[in-house]
């Protein structure tokens, strides 16, 4: 029964959950048909993280410099020119036009009486 045992363990390998063998190995006294499988379940996971942990490890951007980066933004809306659009229109320091029936939106008017 313990050669079965050991045998269903890699034959079934990727369908058995390694806490389930672990469980009916430990009820049953079968450690050391266990240990081989649960050895091969930690490399094989291992092996799993180590691939995962370099396919998603950040990009070394060292070599680029802050000019390289900012050139990367140029197509973007606003930044074609040069200039940050940081106000909507108008010269620093001039107020908006007053509307068409002459209220002063602007609050630079003086306080009415």
């Known amino acids: 029964e313990k050669e079965c045992f050991c045998a269903t363990l890699y034959t079934c390998y990727s369908h058995i959950s390694p806490d389930v063998a672990l469980e009916l190995g430990w009820i049953n006294g079968y450690h050391n048909f266990v240990i081989p499988f649960l050895i091969q379940t930690f490399k094989h996971t291992h092996d799993r993280l180590k691939a995962l942990e ?60």
């Open 54 to 113: 370099q396919r998603t490890a950040p990009k070394d951007d060292s070599g680029k410099t802050e000019d390289e980066v900012a050139s990367n933004y140029v197509g973007l809306n606003g930044f074609s020119n040069g200039m940050l659009m940081l106000e909507n229109g108008g010269m620093p320091g001039m107020a908006p036009p007053a509307m068409g029936n002459g209220i002063d939106m602007s609050g630079m008017a003086p306080p009415a009486r």
